[in-house]
């Protein structure tokens, strides 16, 4: 059985900073592409930051410059480290995991932590 399992977020101050990770279970992790995405109240899901099985990482441009996602194989677990975070921030944030086998894009998803940024 696959399992995303994401970290709790939280409440953070505008200006704040949070550290969300996601530990991977039931697939071979260091083959997959990880992501983070994120969806507001009322928006569609929208890709965050992602990490291939080689490290390469990209960005959505609103995060550019304040986020870093970063994985770890031996212990199964991808990172978002969010920076001088933003009111516009607010989201509920989900963990992604995805290869193609085949052709076919197989893709798994995390339950979702909301991250709230207000003061």
């Known amino acids: 059985q696959v399992q995303l399992v994401e970290s709790e977020g939280g409440l953070v101050q505008p200006g704040g900073s949070l550290r969300l990770a996601c530990e991977a279970s039931?697939?071979?992790?260091?083959?997959?592409?990880m992501g983070w995405y994120r969806q507001a109240p009322g928006k569609q899901r929208d890709l965050v930051a992602g990490?291939?099985?080689?490290?390469?990482?990209n960005y959505a441009d609103s995060v550019k410059g304040r986020f870093t996602i970063s994985r770890d194989n031996a212990k199964n677990t991808v990172y978002l480290e969010m920076n001088s975070l933003k009111p516009e921030d607010t989201a509920v944030y989900y963990c992604?995991?995805?290869?193609?086998?085949?052709?076919?894009?197989?893709?798994?998803w995390g339950q979702g932590t909301q991250v709230t940024v207000s003061s």
């Open positions: 990490i291939t099985s080689s490290g390469s990482t």
């Open positions: 039931g697939i071979s992790f260091s083959i997959y592409t």
């Open positions: 992604n995991a995805q290869k193609v086998l085949f052709g076919t894009s197989i893709r798994y």
